[in-house]
């Protein structure tokens, strides 16, 4: 039977990868995906989320709208898309204007709900948690109600917002430290040190391109955006290649070999004066710190590149 998840987005370009992927891979079943503020402002990343669904002929799939700004944070200069990375996201995906609505309830009330009348759904974060911790905060059964929840987001070595953080993560710390100290049963985070060890690669979005799909299209026209993007900037060590880090969640959903994990406790900084959003991994057990989270350490790039291939065709 297909693994039904529910998605948590700020589309976003490897966010529209990630939704594909998703919608379309027959051992999962995509139920709705909810939307935050993060890579563009939560009417874009709704919008944006739309506009990828009905693409690839998904807009039966229910789109719900949550948090526009941070749980706590007034002065945090999100979304991210006017900044640095506006080379690596578009405010507006290239994809034809949506004809369908997102629905009318909130995202952390659908979430509440949702988990509550089934406890088999799996939820995939991969934007700035606020959505989460604001359905932690409203309803006190909602973490027991999650089996899993798979989160991209924050570093072990590597950052790209601070020096020290990761975006998701560093949108909105304190909705993701929330999350992290909930005490959620399963927890895999999946972090900037995994997606970088599976890149794609300019060749590899020209095999996308020719399965002449609609989404493998999508796919080849967001990742190049994306590896144009990092050729301009320092972030990208590998040239013609890129992370397309939400993506790579949704691979480790069908097929957990394509993630390398080990059980270890995160908590996430809020008060630093360098460290803002800095996901401490604590990697060796050097504190007393219960684990709380399986933490992607390595990927495989060959296994998340097939599957996405073998899906889009
Ligand atoms: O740091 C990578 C993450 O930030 C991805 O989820 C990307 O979509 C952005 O939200
Ligand atoms: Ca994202």
């Not at 599976?198 to 190049?224: H, P, V, W, Y």
């Not at 480790?252 to 993630?259: E, F, G, R, T």
Request: charge should be negative; charged fraction near 20%.
């Amino acid at each position: 039977m297909a693994k039904k998840i529910i998605m948590d987005v700020d589309t976003g370009t490897d966010d529209a990868v990630a939704i594909m992927l998703a919608a379309l891979h027959r051992d999962l079943d995509l139920v709705a995906v909810t939307t935050v503020n993060g890579n563009v402002p939560l009417e874009q990343t709704t919008d944006n989320t739309l506009r990828v669904l009905e693409w690839i002929g998904r807009g039966d799939i229910p789109v719900y709208a949550g948090l526009n700004k941070q749980v706590a944070r007034q002065d945090f200069p999100t979304p991210r898309a006017s900044k640095r990375d506006s080379k690596v996201h578009m405010p507006i995906l290239p994809l034809p204007a949506p004809t369908g609505k997102r629905q009318h309830k909130s995202a952390p009330q659908f979430l509440i709900e949702a988990f509550a009348a089934d406890p088999g759904l799996t939820l995939v974060a991969v934007a700035p948690l606020s959505n989460i911790a604001t359905a932690i905060a409203l309803d006190s059964s909602f973490v027991e109600n999650v089996s899993e929840l798979m989160i991209m987001g924050g570093g072990i070595t590597r950052s790209n917002m601070t020096a020290s953080a990761e975006f998701n993560i560093w949108a909105d710390p304190e909705a993701a430290a929330v999350v992290f100290s909930a005490g959620f049963k399963k927890i895999t985070m999946v972090p900037l040190d995994a997606t970088h060890q599976a890149t794609i690669s300019e060749d590899q979005c020209a095999e996308f391109r020719m399965l002449k799909t609609r989404a493998a299209n999508a796919a080849a026209e967001l990742i190049e955006f994306r590896i144009n993007g990092y050729k301009t900037t320092t972030i990208g060590p590998v040239p013609d290649n890129a992370p397309v880090h939400d993506a790579l969640c949704i691979a480790a959903l069908v097929d957990q070999s394509v993630i390398e994990t080990r059980r270890v406790n995160v908590v996430v900084e809020t008060t630093g004066d360098y460290t803002v959003g800095c996901t401490v991994v604590d990697h060796r057990h050097l504190t007393k710190r219960e684990p709380n989270c399986d933490v992607a350490f390595n990927a495989d790039g060959k296994k998340f590149f097939e599957i996405m291939r073998s899906t889009f065709a």
